[in-house]
């Protein structure tokens, strides 16, 4: 399937790195395969630059992989020259830029930076996975000449853009900050507008596979390939740390159906511990396949002076390929199946779509993910997210039934109250706001 270039909030971004630069870093772009960082980064040079060269060293001629093999030496003038030549394209300085994409099958091309950089001529963007697992293993530096800004998939409001609509976040932005509600009628249309984001997910292959006919069918097909890929990183993973990534995983749908979602080693392998799939959890984490939240021991607004790694949970990427791993074990491949979960009428266990989708939101928003439990009166309670501004914590409980009983966030407020900021509950009901806790739609979560 050729790109479809879809709209990305990263752009304006990278729009801000390339006019406060003015070429004194290069920029990375990293991310899991198919999230877009190859698109947003042509259509970038595209439409900024007057001239460009795209090296995608997936399948880069024999001649440029020959200069990157050869290096700079102590002549990047001549570098720079042969790169031309042998890529057709004369670049005019200050107003020309080099895409160095997919650079973890090239790090040579990333040692280059620091030297190209410090030459001025170009500015120079990078995309890649895994790249600093790669780097590591590689015994290379990191140069310091680099700004990294991390690509997730396509949030709610990019989803919606991809279908045109461009007034509902704004509608649902006003609303949020006066704190009024919605009404039935909105309620119902932006919520079912937001389980289809749930099982399409934020894949841009997916997204545009279902877009205009709404073709579930096709996006389910886009997302096995996306997995499938994802297969042939978990390989990678395993020889850059030597763990076997892929069981854990492959074991996430699972845990996350379980009542309280912790990563639990036994769904692994009977009897192992926590402590033996900590680097492989890392090495997931860092290759952006897994959104992990870790524990909270003592909260305050120094969330992450207090954090047990031991404990923790493990979201995926994309809610959309939540839904495929899960459903695929039940062999529920029909788009019947995924119309009944758009409108809320299949009987499985919803929760877990719900709350992985919450953890999307808040890592897309730039929140690290932190959970607390806790002990009061022999009895065991538990905040599903932690947030940490202005010297104050705020609590999130999420709730994907349709009531609005919260004994765990009742008791955290009584035993933290001084540190606690605003408390939220992200519920599929409309938005409300009650003795000091805010209740928060699901798709407004991105306004947290």
């Not at 170009?122 to 790669?134: A, H, N, P, R, S």
């Not at 984001?197 to 096709?218: F, L, R, T």
Request: net charge neutral; charged share 30%; glycine share 6%.
């Amino acid at each position: 399937m050729d790109d479809v270039v879809f709209e990305r909030k990263i752009y304006s971004e990278m729009l801000d790195w390339k006019q406060k630069s003015n070429g004194t870093t290069a920029l990375l772009i990293e991310g899991a395969h198919g999230v877009g960082k190859s698109t947003v980064a042509k259509q970038f040079v595209d439409k900024e630059y007057a001239s460009r060269i795209f090296i995608d060293f997936s399948s880069v001629s024999r001649s440029t992989k020959k200069l990157f093999e050869e290096g700079l030496g102590n002549d990047i003038d001549g570098f720079l020259m042969k790169l031309q030549v042998s890529e057709g394209t004369i670049l005019k300085p200050r107003d020309g830029a080099i895409v160095f994409d997919g650079v973890e099958k090239c790090i040579r091309a990333r040692e280059m930076i620091k030297y190209l950089v410090k030459d001025s001529r170009f500015d120079y963007i990078e995309t890649g996975t895994m790249v600093d697992l790669v780097t590591k293993k590689s015994n290379t530096m990191v140069p310091s000449e680099e700004r990294c800004l991390l690509m997730y998939p396509m949030d709610f409001e990019e989803f919606l853009w991809a279908k045109g609509d461009r007034m509902s976040i704004p509608f649902l932005r006003a609303a949020f900050d006066r704190k009024e509600p919605l009404g039935d009628a909105f309620h119902s249309k932006f919520l079912q507008m937001f389980r289809e984001y749930i099982v399409v997910g934020g894949m841009p292959e997916a997204v545009a596979a279902y877009s205009g006919n709404k073709d579930i069918e096709s996006a389910e097909k886009a997302k096995r390939e996306i997995l499938k890929r994802y297969n042939k990183d978990m390989t990678e993973l395993k020889v850059l740390t030597g763990r076997n990534v892929k069981r854990v995983f492959d074991s996430i749908p699972s845990m996350l159906a379980m009542q309280n979602k912790l990563f639990s080693p036994g769904k692994i392998r009977k009897g192992s511990r926590t402590r033996d799939y900590l680097r492989a959890v890392e090495a997931l984490t860092d290759a952006m396949l897994v959104n992990s939240s870790i524990d909270c021991t003592d909260p305050s607004p120094a969330l992450k002076l207090s954090l047990d790694d031991e404990v923790m949970k493990c979201y995926l990427l994309d809610t959309g390929l939540l839904v495929t791993m899960a459903l695929a074990s039940e062999n529920a491949v029909e788009s019947e199946i995924y119309r009944e979960l758009i409108l809320n009428r299949l009987s499985i266990n919803k929760g877990m779509f719900f709350e992985n989708s919450v953890a999307q939101q808040l890592r897309a928003s730039g929140h690290r993910l932190i959970f607390n439990r806790f002990e009061k009166d022999g009895k065991n309670y538990e905040i599903d997210f932690l947030l940490s501004r202005n010297n104050k914590v705020h609590p999130i409980e999420v709730k994907s039934a349709s009531y609005r009983s919260h004994k765990s966030l009742d008791e955290f407020r009584k035993k933290y109250g001084s540190i606690i900021g605003n408390c939220y509950v992200i519920h599929s009901n409309d938005l409300g706001y009650e003795n000091g806790i805010t209740y928060v739609p699901i798709y407004m979560t991105m306004f947290l």
